[in-house]
């Protein structure tokens, strides 16, 4: 790419409130020529929750709160105003349990909103790459890593409405040759994480004195691979123009680590905060069609990308519990639990 293309980016990141979406700005604003705008449906959360509040070129960054299910027309406006080179759409509801009792509000969020949108953008030629941060829940639960090609059997609403819009951007890609790529991982984890997922959760409580429930035993496994190397992942799709589907996982060594059951993830938590596991956990029935794990073959993005993940779990986990820490006074006093919101 040569230096005036690389001046001329523009950024989109949709959903630039979230976990994800916060830090994908933090890692754009890092370079001073990338102008970088946000759109989220929600006002933008106390600073403590978004790493790029202290970027030192925050001045980069435009943050408008736009509904993308209730406004589309607004947020289509919006796009063509700015004219970004790239969109980055991290916007989803993603609490897999409560899919089954809303399955509509996961449709219209993750896969209707998706079509309405990438209709318009499809004829817009300002747009060089799209990118769709998708799941590896689409694949159900896989004992053996999979590949991006592999057989596709989503279990829950709220992976088959991941799954149709997958399936939706790869007719656009070859039908109009729409420049998308669709970002797959396993479970991703970090500081600045929303408060109600299990690895800041289970700090907080214990820190508070409530009891973690573990469902099933703890026995589910789960591949938490860090913020970091998942953003460093987005950016090598955008920055190498490598479009369709990718997935990003740990090692395929690391995989079969049992430090990734989520009783041991527990344990190596109630071990940095000095307490025993039997004194903080009570364990209940596994809940109801639970996948037991998401197992990805990164081949792909190694091989095209030079991608692999860098952050060991002990590190990121520790790092977690330092921004707790030195957080726990605006973090003790906010919400930990998950509120829906249509």
């Given at each position: 790419m040569n230096q005036q293309e690389n001046k001329n980016k523009k950024y989109l990141v949709i959903g630039s409130n979230c976990f994800t979406g916060s830090h994908i700005i933090n890692e754009l604003l890092n370079s001073s020529n990338n102008s970088v705008y946000g759109i989220s449906r929600s006002p933008e959360p106390p600073?403590?929750?978004?790493?790029?509040?202290?970027?030192?070129?925050?001045?980069?960054?435009?943050?408008?709160?736009?509904d993308l299910v209730k406004d589309i027309e607004k947020a289509?406006?919006?796009?063509?105003?700015?004219?970004?080179?790239?969109?980055?759409?991290?916007?989803?509801?993603?609490?897999v349990e409560l899919s089954h009792e809303v399955p509509l509000g996961y449709f219209n969020?993750?896969?209707?909103?998706?079509?309405?949108?990438?209709?318009?953008?499809?004829?817009r030629s300002y747009l060089k790459h799209y990118i769709h941060i998708s799941s590896a829940e689409i694949y159900g639960s896989t004992p053996e890593?999979?590949?991006?090609?592999s057989i596709i059997t989503p279990t829950t609403p709220y992976a088959v409405s991941k799954t149709a819009a997958d399936m939706y951007l790869l007719t656009?890609?070859?039908?109009?040759?729409?420049?998308?790529?669709?970002?797959?991982?396993?479970?991703?984890?970090?500081?600045?994480?929303?408060l109600f997922k299990i690895i800041p959760?289970?700090?907080?409580?214990?820190?508070?004195?409530?009891?973690?429930?573990?469902?099933?035993?703890?026995?589910?496994?789960?591949?938490?691979?860090?913020?970091?190397?998942?953003?460093?992942?987005?950016?090598?799709?955008?920055?190498?123009?490598?479009?369709?589907?990718?997935?990003?996982?740990?090692?395929?060594?690391?995989?079969?680590?049992?430090?990734?059951?989520?009783?041991n993830v527990v344990n190596y938590i109630c071990g940095l905060l000095k307490c025993k596991m039997e004194?903080?956990?009570?364990?209940?029935?596994?809940?109801?069609?639970?996948?037991?794990?998401?197992?990805?073959?990164?081949?792909?993005?190694?091989?095209?990308?030079?991608?692999?993940p860098h952050i060991q779990f002990e590190d990121g986990i520790t790092e977690t519990y330092e921004w707790l820490t030195k957080n726990w006074e605006e973090i003790k006093s906010a919400e930990h639990s998950y509120k829906h919101k249509e």
């Amino acid at each position: 790419m040569n230096q005036q293309e690389n001046k001329n980016k523009k950024y989109l990141v949709i959903g630039s409130n979230c976990f994800t979406g916060s830090h994908i700005i933090n890692e754009l604003l890092n370079s001073s020529n990338n102008s970088v705008y946000g759109i989220s449906r929600s006002p933008e959360p106390p600073a403590f929750m978004l790493p790029y509040k202290s970027n030192k070129n925050i001045q980069n960054f435009v943050f408008s709160q736009i509904d993308l299910v209730k406004d589309i027309e607004k947020a289509i406006a919006y796009i063509d105003e700015i004219q970004p080179t790239h969109i980055i759409n991290v916007a989803a509801l993603s609490e897999v349990e409560l899919s089954h009792e809303v399955p509509l509000g996961y449709f219209n969020i993750n896969l209707t909103s998706v079509v309405q949108l990438c209709d318009e953008l499809r004829t817009r030629s300002y747009l060089k790459h799209y990118i769709h941060i998708s799941s590896a829940e689409i694949y159900g639960s896989t004992p053996e890593p999979v590949r991006e090609d592999s057989i596709i059997t989503p279990t829950t609403p709220y992976a088959v409405s991941k799954t149709a819009a997958d399936m939706y951007l790869l007719t656009l890609m070859q039908k109009y040759s729409f420049p998308v790529s669709m970002i797959r991982s396993t479970n991703v984890y970090g500081p600045y994480q929303q408060l109600f997922k299990i690895i800041p959760r289970c700090f907080i409580y214990i820190k508070t004195g409530q009891t973690i429930n573990l469902h099933g035993g703890g026995n589910a496994v789960r591949h938490f691979i860090h913020i970091k190397d998942v953003v460093d992942a987005i950016l090598l799709v955008s920055d190498k123009k490598s479009f369709g589907p990718f997935n990003f996982s740990i090692s395929a060594e690391d995989q079969i680590d049992p430090k990734y059951q989520i009783k041991n993830v527990v344990n190596y938590i109630c071990g940095l905060l000095k307490c025993k596991m039997e004194d903080v956990t009570q364990y209940s029935e596994k809940r109801e069609h639970q996948d037991h794990c998401y197992s990805l073959d990164s081949t792909k993005a190694n091989e095209i990308l030079g991608w692999k993940p860098h952050i060991q779990f002990e590190d990121g986990i520790t790092e977690t519990y330092e921004w707790l820490t030195k957080n726990w006074e605006e973090i003790k006093s906010a919400e930990h639990s998950y509120k829906h919101k249509e």
